[in-house]
């Protein structure tokens, strides 16, 4: 028989909350977990000796020069995460981003010396141009706006020298159109048919890049990059930009940002069967981090909890500055 509530309104023979009694009971029925293996680590790597310096917005995170590199990669492996994503700051700026598509170039020597030093990690690379140019835009500037097309050869010469060596995976994220093709090609022609590439199919001209900014010195010095990544208002679109990626030759795609963007994700989920990754953002890290020196959050049930909503919306990698301390936590069980 039916029990009814003290209206008598209403059966309750269906209790959800039998489901919750026990935290065995609850791990029974969990739909999503998080692992160590889910994540990527974003590694920023400077030009200079003996540098480990923190980033002020984003404490916790540093830059380090190439020779501080192994013991910080050799960590990572140990907790389980099986990819960084390296960023580069390099020495020299120009016009043209040469420092992006140098064979020497800082991230192209960072990833020579973490494959020396962990050759099982997996190292992931970011191929845009914006680190590397001194008006800091994702091109080549020509009649006062960056040009899609001159762009093109120069995102492809980069994926190519961090193939060369040894990236696994190459990942876009200049937002110019048709670079999934135009690396793809760059890759085939050299014989690198075996790398990867990870597209940020739909990367939303977002505020929360701002921390990431100071992190790599890359913020645009006139302008903004509305005229190449999307307008935040906008969900369809980045169905076409993922559909796009995925024509082109995308073997991964990406959402980025992350929290802001968790419609978004579903609805690749939804649509694409290709692996799916989210980039948990600079600012959705420092604003957590924020509020947890105001002792405003719990750190660690507010970082995890922020990165199975990931999992929730159909994430299969997560790129998050949080990830040597989630995968401690998440082993310490
Ligand atoms: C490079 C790039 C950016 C980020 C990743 N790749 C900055 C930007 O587009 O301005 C942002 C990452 C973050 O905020 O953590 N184009």
């Not at 043209?96 to 140098?102: A, F």
């Amino acid at each position: 028989m039916a029990t009814e509530t003290k209206s008598g309104l209403q059966p309750v023979s269906l209790r959800m909350r039998r489901l919750r009694t026990s935290p065995a009971m609850r791990a029974l029925v969990r739909e999503n977990r998080l692992a160590p293996e889910d994540f990527i680590y974003p590694l920023f790597v400077t030009a200079g000796r003996n540098e480990k310096s923190e980033v002020s917005s984003m404490p916790g995170v540093f830059r380090f020069s190439i020779d501080r590199l192994a013991p910080e990669v050799s960590e990572v492996a140990s907790l389980g995460i099986p990819a960084v994503l390296l960023f580069g700051l390099p020495a020299e700026k120009d016009d043209v981003g040469s420092g992006g598509y140098d064979p020497d170039g800082v991230v192209q020597q960072a990833v020579r010396a973490i494959k020396q030093a962990v050759p099982s990690l997996l190292v992931v690379t970011d191929v845009c141009l914006c680190e590397y140019t001194s008006h800091g835009h994702c091109g080549v500037i020509a009649n006062g706006t960056v040009d899609n097309d001159r762009t093109l050869d120069l995102l492809a010469r980069t994926a190519v020298s961090h193939a060369a060596a040894g990236a696994d995976i190459v990942a876009p994220s200049a937002m110019m159109d048709g670079q999934v093709a135009a690396i793809r090609a760059g890759l085939d022609a050299q014989g690198f048919t075996s790398t990867a590439i990870l597209a940020y199919g739909a990367k939303y001209a977002s505020a929360f890049y701002g921390p990431f900014r100071e992190a790599a010195d890359s913020a645009p010095g006139f302008g903004d990059r509305r005229s190449y990544q999307m307008d935040p208002p906008n969900a369809r679109e980045a169905l076409r930009e993922l559909e796009l990626d995925a024509a082109e030759g995308a073997d991964m795609l990406m959402v980025k940002p992350g929290l802001p963007y968790l419609d978004i994700l579903a609805r690749a989920r939804d649509r694409f069967e290709h692996p799916l990754a989210v980039y948990n953002v600079s600012g959705e890290y420092s604003m957590i981090k924020a509020a947890v020196r105001l002792g405003w959050l719990d750190e660690r049930r507010t970082i995890l909890e922020a990165l199975t909503a990931f999992k929730r919306a159909g994430a299969d990698m997560i790129i998050t500055y949080f990830a040597k301390d989630a995968a401690r936590w998440l082993r310490e069980g």
